[in-house]
């Protein structure tokens, strides 16, 4: 999350520079915890992607 400061911004940032192919989303209103509603809501989105099309990424 925008918040986060286990894993900041930043490292997503560079991480998806070198990997092309990750799908990332930042949640505006989340920090690190998987109990925030922001966090939450990537999570079940993610889980229902794969109960959908067998993969996490969206597209």
Do not use: F, M, Q
């Not at 400061?5 to 520079?17: F, G, Q, R, T, W």
């Amino acid at each position: 999350g925008r918040y986060d400061i286990v894993c900041s911004v930043k490292n997503l940032v560079d991480l998806a520079a070198v990997w092309p192919e990750l799908d990332t989303e930042i949640s505006a209103d989340a920090g690190h915890s998987s109990h925030e509603p922001g966090i939450t809501r990537e999570l079940v989105a993610a889980t229902d992607r794969i109960a959908t099309t067998g993969s996490p990424v969206r597209g």
